[in-house]
């Protein structure tokens, strides 16, 4: 790759300059986003009928009024709303994302516990979902126009009408009931004291079909991209200077074509991030996996408005993060791009 | 555009032709649901899980506590169709109106709305649709608020867009100089020319709100007192090792009912565009 370890460490150092430059200016566009994120869960939570101290007094089966009063007093709830506004927008600040109701924990501990299992599901089904649409977007583009083309086309537009919890509901009733080859529900088996790798074949082997369910449909898009992204990049010069040279099919579709359609795709991850993170809720809750999916429906289901508002927060920030992530990946696979 | 080529082209997509019949028929059936099946879809009217084709007087056969899953299939009809246009004209509504002021009025204005709508597509939709309908209690049109709240951001996009680049042209300028006000430049002039990609985006967003509203029906947010595919495919889960049909049926329904709309939708846009279509 590199001509020299000098030509390295400069560009290297190049890189980090604009990676810093990078940072630092999204995370300035991300700083508003946040603080509205809050002001609208500040305004769901005003609007919801009852506060906090209601839900409290309904969980603890009722209370007396004077201590209820004193409750509302340390909560800062007897204070104008502006006051409480700012109040609100301190805690979070410090990630005090409060108590929840339904389940006696700190907001934010409940959510961090639950956030590796709804992480693994969104690397396994990122990467399911890229890879697969990738290689059949190649395909399709380089048999354009072919019934094989037609028929990828028509299968993606299929998979993108299915809702992915009554795919998972069907998967289960083929694979887990019928055939019984892989499990029902959960993330492990329970009290199965497996560790190390038959541990971590044991998780797979969970992970397998809610991974299909949650990611079918971004196979679906990522395949129309890259099968647009192709076409377009072998329609320009440097393919025909390449084909010109007497390249193989194959060479140019895998070392000049490929690698340039891949690009704007890495794009799309974050943006199809938030949407994925949505759709784990679903997924979650059909194959009863503890992740903050299931936990924001657990919330739902409890009246936990609360732990809910916590999540959608934590899910922002998320969301913020791996597109901020996505962004310094694509700044170091294309060199051109001056942080846009 | 010219009008009879562009009916020409959307007549010619077999793939379009399809779309329009099937979800011909959807409509059809939701609109005569209550002529053809009368009674609350919802009142137990046989033995518990017949099977399909078992009983001549329950064609798809019945759920686990004996109701008819046609009834049921026809009168879920009329709630998915209903969240999907109505979350979909509201979200496409709100798009256009976020978009056209920014996009017209630009500046701190556009910053502003600008931010908002990154927000709206910072935070995961279909979370933030939990907590819209957790707030407003569930149901059908709070759904369908919730779903147009969480789907306005693309409209809004593309209106922006849109109205960005046809500000600069010389008849916006005419009518400034005519003295028009600004509601009229942009509801009038402008508008009219932005339309035909906010509603090529229609389709998709119609195809989405179904799709959110069955996710959202299943976990049980909708009205209880209404059939919704959603909640058939909830309610077939308790049975699904023994009778798999009750939860297959409805989701079949709604495979097909959104397949046909992105067909339609499709069709429409190559219709638009004959030259950026399909190669």
Redesign the interface.
Known sequence: MSASPDRDARAAGFFAGRAAVLLRRRLAQALPVILLVLVGNFLLLKLAPGDVIDAYVAAAGGGDRAFVAQLRAEYGLDQPVIVQLGLYLWKAVRLDLGQSVLLGQPVLSLILERLPNTLMLMMSSIGFAFGLGVLLGVAAARRAGRPEDTAIITLGLIVYATPGFWLGLMLIVIFSVRLAWLPLSGIETIASSLTGWERVLDIARHLVLPTASLALVYVAIYMRLMRAGMLEVFGLDFIRTARAKGLSDDRIAYRHVLPNAILPMVTMLGLQFGTLLGGSVVIESVFSIPGIGRLAYEAVVGRDLNLLLGIVFMSALLVIAVNLIVDLLYAHLDPRIESA | MNQRSFRERFSTNN?ALAGLTILSLVVLAALAAPLLFPGDPLDIVGRPLTEPFEDWRFPLGTDRLGRDMLAGLVHGARASLFVGLVAAGGAILIGILVGAVAGYFGGWIDEALM??T??F???????????????MGPGVVSVAIAIALVSWTGPARITRAEFLSLKQREFVSASRVLGQGHGHIIFREILPNALAPIIVLGSVIV?AAI?IE??LS????SDPNRATW?QM?AG??AV??SA?YV??IP?FA??????AV??VG?GLTDAANPRTG??
Not at chain 2, 218 to 221: I, K, M
Request: aromatic content about 8%; charged content about 15%.
């Open positions: 793939g931010r908002l990154e927000t597509q910072t935070v995961p939709g279909f979370i933030l649709a939990l907590a819209l309908v957790a707030v195809a799709l069955s996710a299943y976990l049980g947010l959603g495919i077939g889960r699904f090792r798999w939860s297959a989701g709604i495979l097909l009912t959104v397949l992105s067909l499709e399909r190669r």
